[in-house]
Structure formats: structure tokens, C-alpha cells
């Protein structure tokens, strides 16, 4: 089933309604007889590509290198200087998940409340800032502490960009958005590679009993790095469309008016308990939280673990470093393009079919095949299936959920229980099952066998509702509400169309 129409979605656009959003446009007068075409929509939306897409996937990069930095330190020194013995890595890993995950529904709604502009380059500094003090560690309790508070600054990063991003842009536009930032994922597992080769060869520096080098270079340099670069964020990211400075008046009004049409919301709603109750109980939201578990399972233990499973297999330090760079720019690339073909056909589903399919035969292929060039081909399959997953799984959840306070809760209630497998993915591969690590490839099979059955059932169950609501089996709910209790209905609404 298609996503809504603009029948579905309330009035055709150059037939604006007054809302109560027009009076804070400046310099527009008389907002209720503004009207827009296709082209003007398109020549807004590609002012907010140019600025704020942009913007955010920087961001992004440094959020996911200074989190994936420690695969990169451990060959590099980091587990024989601090003892990282038995346990101890999967330890320092896991440790980041909990305190990521506690934070991401809160985060939201705080990013709801301050607004994108100040809130995200503010937690970019703090996670900046906790990269350059893992540096200066001196034993495993330092670096479960310095994991800790890097959750704490990086659980807001997905889905909070996610939430934003789906302020601006409708709903057929938001994945191929989505794609784009969440693809500094697998950018940052390449840069982080080629900064790490580059970083460990800087020589010894640093006063007496604060030395640094090796491993610290890459902590250091690579936290200063993300400091200088979040004060641009502020400088070019606006909270709201309507704050746009980039757009004029009549642009502004247009911006924010076609995303309260197609949700049938105000972008001044508050949030109340309800909308907490009604994003973590949608039926879609648990399939796509649950999908998002098992590829994260995928995603995170290929980046926490692929320099360790490459080194295995018998490749020195630096060679590892370079070789893990063209299977994350791969997987890049080929993100963005399903994003981009999801968004054409608007379908989010049948995406996640096909890519668990070559998640799945890429895991199969490392654990059945002997040569180390096989080996690294379905290093190839395996990053391509899985990483352009997650932005699916979350794209499709706020697809779903109607009203800027439900979707605010919805990406971080989706991106917090995925964080869940961020936590089993840190117990995938272990230090005994080298060199050919066979538990944790089964693993993976396992997850995104399970990701293809979620996609499936959640094929079938918008399919289902969209068709009763088709046939009028929802018209109940609209019984003796005012028109304001109506739009309150949100993906409740008769009118509103599943996306599968």
C-alpha cells in the first residue's frame, strides 16, 4: 500500500488553511490565501538539503568514530596497556550500551523541548570532550568510566537527528535523509581506519606522567577534531522549518505548513503522557524497535569487532587498519542508493527483505569458506545487507507515527530498544573462538533471519489495517470528537495510511 495520498493527508496544498502556526511567520500577511506547487515544495526542500542534510551527517561521522574508535585502539596497544584481558573489552563495550540506551526517549523529548540548533552540536561537544579524556586513561576502571559518560552524550545522536529530520521533510522524503547521515556510520568505520593508521604514527607527545601515544593519538586527536567542528552546527542548523533563516517568509510558512498537512499536527504541541503511551504501544513501532534490535546486533558487532576479526586473520596492525576502509564505503554507498529507491517506491519492507537476504549469505560465506579472500568478499556481503537496515527500521517507524510529540518518542523508544542488541553484539565475538569466531557469524545469521521475519509481518499487518480502514472499520473512532480531538488521533485517524 502506498503511504498517503494528499486526499489522505488533508487538503491539497494550494488550498492553505489558516493555522495557528501563520501568525508567527513574520512579514506574511493574510497566510490563510498562500498557495504552492509541487515546485515550490521542491525548491524548499532542496535549500534544506543543501544546509541542514549536510549538517547532520557530519555530526554523525564524529558521533560514530569517537564511539567506534576503540576497535581501532585495541590492536593498537590499548588491551595490553590497560590489561584488557578475558572479559574485560566486551565489558568496556556493553558498559556504553546501558547508559545509551537510558537516555534516548529522554533525550527526545528534551530535543523536542530546546529544539536541533542548540540541543545536537551540545551533544556533540560532550561526546567530544569524553573522547579526548579516554587519552588520558591510566587502567580498565578509566575506560568503563570514560565509556559510561560517552553513552550518556551519544544515546540522543540517532534518534534525535532521525526526529528532526522528519520535522522537515514529508514522509516519502525521509528515508533517503535518513540514509544519508545514518550512512556516516559506515563512513566513520572507514575514515576511522585510515585516521587510526594515520594517528598511531605520530610520535610520542605530552608531558611527564601524561604521555601520549599509539592508541591515545587516536582518542585525542580525533575527540579535539569533533570539538572544533560542533560550533558549526549551530551556526547552520534552525529548530523548526518556520526558524528557517535561509528561507523567506512565505518559504518559512510553507515549509512548516506541508509537514502539519500531512500529519494533520501542529508543530506547537506539547507533550503529554499519552503521546509517550501511544508511540510505545503502536504495533509498527514494536516490529520496527524489534527489526532494529536484530540488525543492530549486525551493525554494531561489525563495527566493534571487524579490525579484530581481519587482524585474525594473521594481517599485521596497519594492514588491518587500511583493509577495513572499502568494505564501510561499500556499504555507504549502497545505503544511499536502496534509501533512495525506497523512497521512490515508497516501501520500507521489501527493502529489508532483500538486504537480509545478503546479510545473511555474507555471515554464511565467512563461516563456511576457508580463504582469506573469500573471507573478505563476504566481509563485503555482510556490510552491504546490514548497514543500510537501521535507517529503514527507523524511517518506517516515524513513517508511521503521526504528530511531532508521537514521533519524537518513536525515535527514541525504536533506536532504544535496538540499542538492546548493540549490547548482545558486544558478547558476539570472543577472544576464545579466534581465529574463525563461528559463534558470533551464527549470530548474525541468526538476527537477520529474524529482521526478515519482522519486515514480513510488518508488510502484512499495515496491509491489513490500511485495507480496514479502507472499508470504513475505523470511522468509530471519529464519533462525537471535535475537530480538534480528531487531529489529536494522529496514526489513529481513519483518514491516516500505513506506509509498508
Not at 2 to 14: I, L, Q, R, Y
Not at 33 to 61: H, Q
Not at 230 to 259: H, T
Not at 379 to 408: I, K, Q, T
Request: include cysteine.
Amino acid at each position: 500500500m502506498h503511504e498517503a495520498s494528499e486526499k489522505d493527508t488533508g487538503p491539497a496544498v494550494n488550498k492553505a488553511e489558516s493555522t495557528s502556526n501563520s501568525s508567527k511567520i513574520e512579514q506574511v500577511e493574510n497566510a490563510s490565501t498562500i498557495e504552492w506547487t509541487a515546485a515550490d515544495e521542491k525548491r524548499i526542500r532542496n535549500k534544506m538539503d543543501l544546509r541542514i542534510v549536510p549538517t547532520v551527517f557530519v555530526l554523525y561521522i564524529l558521533c560514530f568514530i569517537d564511539r567506534a574508535n576503540i576497535g581501532n585502539a585495541r590492536i593498537q596497544g590499548m588491551a595490553k596497556d590497560l590489561h584488557l584481558v578475558g572479559f574485560r573489552f566486551n565489558w568496556a563495550l556493553t558498559i556504553f550500551y546501558i547508559s545509551y540506551i537510558a537516555v534516548e526517549i529522554p533525550s527526545n523529548i528534551i530535543l523536542k523541548i530546546i529544539g536541533g540548533r542548540y540541543y545536537l552540536p551540545l551533544l556533540v561537544v560532550g561526546f567530544g570532550l569524553v573522547s579526548m579524556c579516554t587519552a588520558f586513561i591510566k587502567n580498565y576502571h578509566g575506560l568503563l568510566a570514560c565509556r559510561f559518560i560517552l553513552g550518556l552524550t551519544e544515546g540522543g545522536m540517532m534518534p534525535g537527528i532521525s526526529y528532526y529530520l522528519s520535522c522537515f521533510y514529508r514522509r516519502h522524503e525521509l528515508l533517503l535523509r535518513i540514509g544519508f547521515f545514518v550512512t556516516g556510520a559506515s563512513l566513520a568505520g572507514a575514515f576511522g581506519g585510515l585516521l587510526a593508521a594515520g594517528l598511531t604514527q605520530i610520535p610520542e607527545w605530552g608531558v611527564k606522567g601524561s604521555r601520549i601515544h599509539d592508541w591515545r593519538n587516536i582518542f585525542f586527536f580525533e575527540g579535539l577534531f569533533t570539538l572544533l567542528v560542533a560550533g558549526l552546527g549551530i551556526m547552520i542548523l534552525p529548530s523548526r522549518p518556520d526558524q528557517c533563516k535561509f528561507l523567506d517568509p512565505r518559504d518559512r510558512y510553507i515549509a512548516l505548513e506541508r509537514i502539519n498537512r500531512e500529519h494533520k499536527e501542529s508543530a506547537d504541541e506539547k507533550i503529554r503522557p499519552y503521546h509517550v503511551r501511544r508511540a510505545i504501544l503502536n504495533i509498527n513501532n514494536l516490529i520496527c524497535g524489534l527489526g532494529f534490535f536484530m540488525i543492530n546486533v549486525s551493525v554494531q558487532s561489525f563495527s566493534l569487532f571487524l579490525p579484530t576479526i581481519l587482524n585474525a586473520l594473521g594481517w599485521t596492525a596497519l594492514k588491518t587498519q587500511f583493509y577495513t576502509v572499502p568494505p564501510y564505503t561499500l556499504a555507504c554507498f549502497w545505503a544511499i542508493f536502496l534509501s533512495y529507491v525506497s523512497d521512490k517506491i515508497q516501501r520500507r519492507g521489501v527493502i529489508v527483505l532483500g538486504s537480509t537476504i545478503l546479510a545473511i549469505s555474507g555471515y554464511t560465506m565467512l563461516v563456511t569458506v576457508k580463504s582469506n579472500t573469500a573471507k573478505y568478499i563476504a566481509v563485503y556481503m555482510a556490510a552491504s545487507g546490514a548497514f543500510p537496515l537501521g535507517p529503514v527500521f527507523l524511517a518506517w517507524a516515524l513513517n508511521n507515527a503521526a504528530g511531532p510529540s508521537v514521533r519524537a518518542v518513536t525515535g527514541g523508544s525504536v533506536v532504544a530498544l535496538g540499542g538492546g542488541g548493540a549490547i548482545l553484539a558486544t558478547w558476539t565475538y570472543l577472544e576464545k573462538d579466534k581465529p574463525n569466531y563461528k559463534r558470533g557469524h551464527y549470530i548474525n545469521i541468526g538476527a537477520n533471519c529474524v529482521a526478515f521475519l519482522l519486515a514480513l509481518t510488518g508488510i502484512l499487518y499495515t496491509r491489513w489495517e490500511n485495507r480496514k480502514r479502507e472499508r470504513g472499520e475505523r470511522d468509530h473512532r471519529l464519533v462525537n470528537l471535535s475537530e480538534d480531538e480528531k487531529n489529536k488521533l494522529g496514526y489513529r485517524h481513519p483518514e491516516f495510511r500505513y506506509c509498508e
